[in-house]
T-cell receptor, first 110, second 114 residues
Framework: KNEVEQSPQNLTAQEGEFITINCSYS?????LHWLQQHPGGGIVSLFM???GKKKHGRLIATINIQEKHSSLHITASHPRDSAVYICAVVSSGSARQLTFGSGTQLTVLP | EPEVTQTPSHQVTQMGQEVILRCVPI?????FYWYRQILGQKVEFLVSFYNNEISEKSEIFDDQFSVERPDGSNFTLKIRSTKLEDSAMYFC????????????FGPGTRLLVL
């Protein structure tokens, strides 16, 4: 069973700051998701990574498969980035179900 | 853009009652999933469904739970006799066969058991 750990649990930043959220997992995986969950509860996929780095606007996600570690970076953070960010790893089973981390609550203050 | 839909958005029920949560996956998707998130906890996998049968399930998915694809569009989760601890947000997700890693989530159903 894969254990997924995220840090920090809570993060408060000033608008414009560079933010990093970390995720580590215990068992080798085929892919990892970074997801965003808003206060209403809905989940949106930001990235799926199996190696290297992906960038989308101000969001950058990296993964190091050998070290079983991924990071999500937000450049020039904005109050609208405030949300819970969740790391989830793809299982090796045929259904590729996701195992989730506990999430990082990000609050960006104006 | 196609999306996964779920109904109802909220449901309140009495302990011991049966509830059915409904999902309409994206139309060309063949893998379907239910996840749940108890308030303040992490999202947990319940079950996956492919080719009209359960393909994987977690230890949470006991005999009180069942899933069904009653027609070509709906995917349902039934809880036979709800318990207080079933109160949670339930998310449906779907994926294309061969690309199950990319799952699309519905908006969730918030279930409250009193």
């Amino acid at each position: 069973k894969n254990e997924v750990e995220q840090s920090p649990q809570n993060l408060t930043a000033q608008e414009g700051e560079f933010i990093t959220i970390n995720c580590s997992y215990s068992v080798g995986i085929s892919a990892l998701h970074w997801l965003q969950q808003h206060p209403g509860g809905g989940i949106v996929s930001l990235f799926m990574l199996s190696s290297g780095k992906k960038k989308h606007g101000r969001l950058i996600a990296t993964i190091n498969i050998q070290e079983k570690h991924s990071s999500l970076h937000i450049t020039a953070s904005h109050p609208r980035d405030s949300a819970v960010y969740i790391c989830a790893v793809v299982s090796s089973g045929s259904a590729r179900q996701l195992t989730f981390g506990s999430g990082t609550q990000l609050t960006v203050l104006p | 853009e196609p999306e996964v839909t779920q109904t109802p958005s909220h449901q309140v029920t009495q302990m011991g009652q049966e509830v059915i949560l409904r999902c309409v996956p994206i139309s060309n998707h063949l893998y379907f999933y239910w996840y749940r998130q108890i308030l303040g906890q992490k999202v947990e996998f319940l079950v996956s469904f492919y080719n009209n049968e359960i393909s994987e399930k977690s230890e949470i998915f006991d005999d009180q739970f069942s899933v069904e694809r009653p027609d070509g569009s709906n995917f349902t989760l039934k809880i036979r006799s709800t318990k207080l601890e079933d109160s949670a947000m339930y998310f449906c997700a779907s994926a294309v066969a061969g690309a199950q890693e990319t799952q699309y989530f519905g908006p969730g159903t918030r279930l409250l058991v009193l």
